[in-house]
């Protein structure tokens, strides 16, 4: 495993759910990011925190909420999400800000019902 | 902003031979050059990477090259096995915040 944890690893959720994913590393890394990925299409780079300081936020529709606690965890707050939504989501962290190889997680696989 | 494109979708090898990725980038400020290789139900997981004031990388049977002048890195995997089989994006960064990623190659080798 890459160290980077995510939970759930599936959800299906209805348009007026709300529900959060959650992400966690065990590197030591102080940034961290979440992407959207859909099929056919590049990897999405929805939100980057760097020392738990949000640095980049890639016109994510606000039904999408992220949260940075502390430098080991990162969560997604989801909230009145339409079809298109449907996704996977992945979580990444890196060491530094200069180039570094960035780790993912596995992904929470969502359905949006 | 930076615009990646990879080729080809789809590819097919039979086992043993050799397997080639190609991306290009469009910002010339682009000086890291990541390949992952993501497994069904896995996340992304890097093979190698290159820097651009690097030509060429290898490890065993993967090797990156890389054309700064060109705007464009390709992946090589020889000897290929079935294990290989995988979907394998690009990408390309210059602040480290942020990674531009290819579409991805959904390669499949036959035993």
């Known amino acids: 495993e890459t160290g980077v944890t995510q939970t759930p690893r599936h959800l299906v959720m209805g348009m007026t759910n709300k529900k959060s994913l959650k992400c966690e590393q065990h590197l030591g890394h102080n940034a961290m990011y979440w992407y959207k990925q859909s099929a056919k299409k590049p990897l999405e780079l929805m939100f980057v925190y760097n020392f738990k300081e949000q640095t980049e936020n890639n016109s994510v529709p606000s039904r999408f909420s992220p949260e940075c606690p502390n430098s080991s965890h990162l969560f997604l707050h989801l909230h009145t999400l339409q079809p298109e939504d449907s996704a996977l989501y992945l979580c990444?962290?890196?060491?530094?800000?200069?180039?570094?190889?960035?780790?993912f997680g596995p992904g929470t696989r969502l359905l949006v019902l | 902003g930076e615009n990646v494109e990879q080729h080809p979708s789809t590819l097919s090898v039979q086992e043993g031979d050799s397997a080639v990725i190609k991306c290009t980038y469009s910002?010339?400020?682009?000086?890291?050059f990541p390949w992952y290789k993501q497994e069904l139900g896995k996340g992304p997981q890097l093979i190698i990477d290159?820097?651009?004031?690097?030509g060429e990388k290898k490890d065993q049977r993967i090797a990156v090259t890389l054309n700064k002048t060109a705007k464009h890195f390709s992946l090589h995997i020889t000897e290929t096995q079935p294990e290989d089989s995988a979907v394998y994006f690009c990408a390309a960064s210059s602040t480290g915040n942020q990674f531009y990623f290819g579409t991805g190659t959904s390669l499949t080798v036959i035993p």
């Open positions: 990444a962290s890196t060491a530094g800000a200069d180039p570094e190889t960035q780790y």
């Open positions: 290159i820097r651009s004031n690097v």
């Open positions: 910002d010339s400020a682009s000086n890291y």
